[in-house]
């Protein structure tokens, strides 16, 4: 499916029918690799967290491997986050169960002889960069060549990569149909990124597998500040192209370059600005949020990244505090609502379809 | 109906059978003119409030007219609250869509044309004295003349009034019943309005279309200090009448009339005092309560407003701090309880049964 | 049934099944005298507490006799215990009703002859010794010769008594379970009582009709610093028997008896220790948890009083929280979770099948 804007509503929404849009209610997509924390998060210190619905502790072995088990032993329901690590073990604090970690208890003290078939569940997790990513669906289609691929996370020298986190209490539909979406910079982001002109450009959206991308191209127009002024450029006239792509439920891309035909000595004619976004839901209306943004130019300058991370801090402050209180809204006001979508809701609601039809998959 | 009050247990009661009396459980009445707010509170600034379980913006026009919408964008649920008023639109902050006073969306900036059938929903409103009433209900029966007339409030000549407001955690069934009962005076407010004579007086309450008027007299008496005081007639003995009303679910008032017989020199024969008492309610279990203390003498001094503030405010935090302790009662109590009623009750219950009549209609 | 611990496991438990076991969900079990308070907390001061799901009031007689009524009034749900006390009479707060000591309505001051059928639910209690028990199930079945008889608690002259109280978010199916196992000792309570010898000495369990009795007979051990340390003999070898009894859902006690042989001049040969464990729950998810340890020697000792406060304190904490972390997790776990027991989780098994059973017959 293909489609260019045409302005009109779209109409209501009856969000529950068959084919059609996710929203906050709909049950998580379990059956995708989400990221469960910076990979330096996870250490030799157990680390609870819950993650698209399940209670996990996160650690690694004396090797550095990553495990995820589900934080609860399956004995007496102790969380396994309170408990100690010896060598590559996790002991429960309550009877002593050790745990391997594949999730095989290799001794419960308690007893002379080890039970040979104890085990707590263990989550497939992977460190792919400066994220470790895990798999909490059907544990024989946590397929690792799904993890998208993000080089430029790892790649630091080509790239500069500044990053930061947050944790919402909103719901990931929301997101990634903000994330979509650009006609609200304007509006929620008038001293950061919003341009009118911006919001108003053209753009193809297209569904690829299970993807969404959406493409804008602007010529000969003023650079926006965020990545203008780290460049140096914001004197010039310059083109500007745009790809956005809604990867899984798990992660959105944005990919920004900015052409200077007329590139001052020792400068270059082109900029890439990777952006990633990976966010998972604890549940139906909270989220966890990592951010990365990437630069192709100068990156080990602690000046642009400053730059780089307040520009963007900024914005995701403004997106985010805007999601909490839609949020509040949809869990507070009883009154019946429909939604209302217009033309420029179709890259976002070709997103929310396929957030539906994963959900639907699994339940 | 009429009666006169005569001491016997009335039974218990079986409060959700048909016929029978609301209880906090009751669905709201909503086909009923509400406070939404004291008038100059509503402005220039967008007001969000919950009012019979509606979620309602409220602001005015450049012409200082009010408006009351929908709290909830119908496009993606941002609260309207949160947007900018331009002129006498409300424009949403997320995409900038903009509402004129009547609820029709005249722009809708990331669209070159503007969808001519958006609206977002708006509730009539209406100025009256130092308030503003809002109808939450089904609008073709928003009618205007239904607004209890309270002339006394919008007359600083003839009267001097002073008013407060409090939000609590209590419903406004239980509200009403405390507001029509005096029974309770001695017990819960013995040091300000309580005497033992005045709880036991004869009244006589009736029912008139669907309002409650209760009625006392009584004769040469010492006058009771909230109003003897400012009067300065502590010393006389007075005769004094009173009329409690439940107007409707929105409005009681109390008025009380003293009079002395042998004036002295210079001052009224007759003192009256007109008590409003305006309650919203939040949903079943939290109040909006807006209360004014009208008096017909010495309109514009200030020790008696103080006078007044200081006496009310306290026995209406008895009042409202019972009702809170009741609620939490209600809810954390999960045995079975079957309420308990007595002929004083009758004024307390008929009102109630009102409520229920109301509500059934509704739902 | 008699069982030794044999070590295997015992599979997975199906809770909710006929025959089996309680666990947090199950209803709690209401005929049964449990503790409503320390004899002392009760006094002329009325007292709220929620008590096996009753929201009672606790007060005295003028004579001294504890009396607990519903903190309800039947007539507008006010809770009494916001009332005052005249003589033995509990004075609504709201309308003055006076309900006498066996919550017969005595008088309502708004009615000129008081009905004659209105009481309020009354609940047997009892003091014996430092603690009031209370009967918030079936009326008839209340029988004083029930209350589990704790002499040692009464007796200063024999025993020397500390006692503590904790309020937790747990639930007391868990509480039983943990007294009754010992397994975990040297996990939880590392750095007080838990030797690794002791947790997997030979026990056996015993229903007696019931009641769960566990014992264990330890030889020539060094003693634990608990008991060793206040009647320093650390440097001894002792031997070592103890019972826990799981004796009511709302008791546990555990006596220890220390024999030493070969005692110093002018010391006893044997040591007797007897901690009581009064928990009684408030609802599915928390507790009130009184706790006494009774010494036989030197019972006015201070230093012993401190010291056994102390060193109890500590361990009856880590339970707690450990108690507390594992209610967290089966309330915020929605994963389906299958619980799993070994041999040695028998006699806690036995108990939470008498829980099981007790529950079911009033259900």
């Known amino acids: 499916m293909t489609l260019t804007t045409d302005e009109t509503v779209l109409g209501a929404m009856e969000p529950h029918e068959p084919g059609n849009f996710a929203t906050h209610a709909t049950p998580l997509v379990r059956n ?28 690694r072995t004396e090797a550095g491997e990553p495990v995820a088990m589900r934080n609860r032993c399956p004995h007496r329901s102790f969380p396994l986050a309170r408990g100690t690590l010896e060598g590559d073990r996790l002991i429960c604090g309550y009877h002593g169960m050790e745990f391997e970690a594949d999730g095989v208890c290799v001794n419960m003290p308690a007893l002379s002889s080890t039970p040979s078939t104890v085990t ?53 539909v929301s997101m990634h149909e903000n994330l979509i979406d650009q006609t609200h910079f304007p509006f929620l982001h008038p001293g950061t990124v919003g341009t009118p002109e ?3 450009s053209k753009l193809t959206a297209t569904t690829e597998h299970d993807q969404v991308v ?34 899984s439920p798990a992660v959105h891309t944005a990919f920004a370059r900015i052409t200077d035909h007329d590139p001052d000595p020792g400068k270059p004619g082109l900029y890439r600005y990777n952006i990633t976004h990976c966010f998972t839901p604890e549940s139906n209306t909270a989220i966890h949020y990592w951010w990365f ?28 505090e805007a999601l909490e209180w839609i949020m509040d809204v949809v869990r507070n006001d009883a009154d019946p609502h429909i939604e209302l979508s217009f033309a420029t809701d179709k890259p976002g609601l070709m997103a929310r379809r396929i957030l539906f039809r994963l959900a639907r998959k699994e339940n």
Request: glycine share 6%; aromatic share 10%.
């Open 32 to 59: 995708c690799w989400y990221v469960a924390a910076r990979a330096d998060e996870i250490g030799r210190t157990p680390l609870a967290r819950k993650l698209v619905g399940a209670d996990v502790v996160l650690y």
């Open 214 to 247: 959406i493409r804008r191209e602007l010529s000969d127009c003023a650079p926006p500040g965020v990545y203008g002024r780290p460049a140096e450029i914001m004197h010039k006239r310059i083109d500007r192209s745009s790809e956005a792509r809604f990867v």
């Open 198 to 200: 911006y919001a108003r």
């Open 293 to 320: 943004v990437s630069r192709d130019y100068r990156p080990r300058d602690p000046a642009i990244d400053r730059f780089m991370v307040e520009a963007h801090e900024q914005a995701y402050s403004e997106d985010l």
């Open 120 to 172: 707590v569940r263990t989550y497939p997790v992977v460190d792919r960069g400066p994220v470790t990513w895990i798999w909490v669906g059907a544990p024989d289609l946590a397929d690792e060549s799904l993890i998208p691929d993000l080089p430029w996370l790892s790649d630091d020298v080509e790239w500069g990569t500044v990053t930061g986190h947050f944790h919402i209490e909103a719901d990931y």
